[in-house]
């Protein structure tokens, strides 16, 4: 029953990753994924993996963080090829 409700939370967290993935940058959601990484590390009942997702988290995070702010404008401006 534990391990289905640490299943069901980070597949929650998933999908508020997929979210900041394709927003502009926000210092506010940045905090969050600072904490999100920190409650990972501590928190997640998978010894050996918790610390891998954690870094993981904290690589996603300092990428988001150096996401330029055009980059929505450039996104809808990329031409597409069919």
């Not at 394709?22 to 990972?40: C, G, I, M, T, Y």
């Not at 610390?51 to 988001?64: G, I, Q, R, S, T």
Request: glycine share 2%; aromatic share 6%; net charge negative.
């Amino acid at each position: 029953m534990l391990i289905n409700r640490e299943h069901s939370r980070l597949s929650s967290q998933v999908k508020t990753l997929e979210k900041v993935l394709h927003a502009p940058f926000s210092d506010k959601e940045h905090q969050r994924l600072v904490q999100l990484a920190a409650n990972w590390r501590s928190l997640l009942a998978f010894d050996d993996g918790a610390p891998k997702l954690a870094d993981a988290l904290e690589v996603f995070n300092v990428a988001y963080q150096q996401q330029s702010p055009d980059q929505e404008r450039l996104h809808d401006e990329a031409p597409v090829r069919n």
